[in-house]
């Protein structure tokens, strides 16, 4: 049975711990303040993936959405964890900055050959981002 977030989960751009912490999260098994406190913080996954998933964007875009979901999703994660097992969490500007730089890294891990769908890959993130 194929499940409508497949596509935001497997991919080949996508970094693989990501990827299995985004499928964790649908698959509610993801150790969250939701789960530990009960039903009463539930995300409408339906919603999420219907934004993320919707046409009309270029391929560009849609893997640079679909790399910031599961990035943003990772960093929350450690974020959390972090505060949870004592330590100090970090700022707004780090976190984002971290995950900045865990985009830009792994979209120059990806070497594409000139005329490939995704060489401006860089680029566009870095016009977004900036």
């Known amino acids: 049975m194929l499940v ?6 497997w991919f080949s751009q996508a970094v693989p711990r990501h990827s299995f912490m985004t499928w964790l999260a649908f698959k509610n098994r993801l150790s969250t303040a939701g789960r530990l406190f009960g039903p009463v913080i ?11 998933l919707q046409t009309g964007r270029n391929r560009i875009d849609s893997v ?8 943003v999703l990772y960093a929350i994660w ?3 964890n972090t505060r949870r097992h ?4 970090i700022t707004v500007e780090k976190f984002t900055r971290a995950i900045d730089k865990q985009i830009r ?3 120059s891990s990806l070497r594409y050959s000139p005329g490939h769908p995704l060489e401006d890959l860089r680029r566009r ?3 977004l981002s900036s």
């Not at 539930?42 to 993320?52: E, K, Q, R, V």
């Not at 004592?86 to 969490?89: K, L, M, R």
């Open 105 to 107: 890294n792994r979209i």
């Open 78 to 80: 450690r974020e959390r």
């Open 86 to 89: 004592g330590e100090a969490g």
């Open 64 to 71: 640079l959405m679909r790399m910031a979901f599961q990035t």
């Open 4 to 9: 409508a977030w497949r596509a935001l989960v």
């Open 125 to 127: 993130w870095f016009q």
């Open 42 to 52: 539930t995300p409408d996954w339906d919603d999420t993936i219907a934004s993320l």
